[in-house]
């Protein structure tokens, strides 16, 4: 082989190699940021309870929209947005949600892209896609002008569900935020888990500190109340910490001995 032939032959295994690593640095990502599950046939939906259909950039989409009290018709005076953490699904949170005591509230319980029956993958644009068409499509369904809509709406976020709802908050009014278990940026929690360098390879990276000083910046009076339990064994309870310092204006209150939704 000549020797011009033998660099070309090298610079293309070379760049296979590249390619490779990049692909599995891709997968392997996705594999320990999300954990997708599926439901099986049979949802066994309650009767205060209905699938909300849509489709987005990923496919078709299933939420579910539970109602305290009247038949599912009606807006409700106070909407909560639901996102979970990222192993869990939307149906999961209908044990706590069990007797809850406000009869004027409503509830979006949302499926990322690649869970439960929906279709795609998930990241951060297409979780924010999905809460933004599943509210206008309720809005349809419960025949209210998405704008008043939006004066009702409550979110609330579990985890990795923490960093999505302040995805739709960063870039819509809300009237309050609950974080439970929020882990400063994604970037941190890499850096538990596979240290540095690789923690600068993030492709998604969720930044809940700098979504917080959007909010916080556009409105300093908005309600947001983080929970973190000291017993977390998944998102240390010093980062729920953390972001409480950082913002004084929010109300902070941390579970002894307790590890809430893991």
Request: proline fraction near 6%; charge should be negative.
């Amino acid at each position: 082989m000549k020797p011009r032939q033998d660099f070309r032959m090298k610079i293309v295994i070379l760049l296979i190699i590249a390619l490779a690593f990049i692909a599995l640095l891709i997968l392997g990502q996705q594999r320990m940021i999300y954990y997708p599950r599926s439901y099986g046939k049979d949802l066994n939906l309650p009767n205060n309870c209905r699938t909300i259909d849509f489709t987005t950039s990923q496919g078709k989409q299933q939420a579910y929209y539970l109602w305290m009290t009247g038949t599912g018709d009606n807006a409700p005076d106070r909407l909560w947005v639901l996102c979970g953490g990222n192993a869990a699904l939307a149906l999961d949170w209908l044990e706590l949600l069990d007797d809850y005591p406000d009869p004027g509230a409503g509830f979006i319980l949302l499926d990322y892209p690649g869970y439960g029956n929906s279709q795609g993958r998930v990241s951060p644009k297409a979780i924010l896609e999905s809460i933004e068409v599943v509210l206008t499509e309720l809005a349809d369904v419960i025949n209210i002008d998405p704008g008043q809509l939006e004066q009702r709406l409550h979110v609330m976020g579990h985890s990795l569900g923490a960093a999505a709802v302040l995805l739709f908050a960063g870039q819509h009014s809300v009237q309050k935020i609950v974080l439970v278990s929020p882990f400063t940026s994604l970037e941190d929690m890499a850096t538990l888990v596979v240290g540095w360098p690789l923690n600068k390879t993030l492709l998604h990276n969720y930044d809940n500190r700098a979504r917080l000083q959007e909010i916080i910046s556009r409105d300093p009076q908005i309600p947001i109340s983080i929970i973190h339990g000291n017993h977390d064994k998944i998102v240390p309870v010093r980062m729920g910490r953390e972001l409480a310092e950082l913002f004084p204006t929010i109300n902070y209150q941390e579970i002894s001995k307790g590890c809430l939704l893991y």
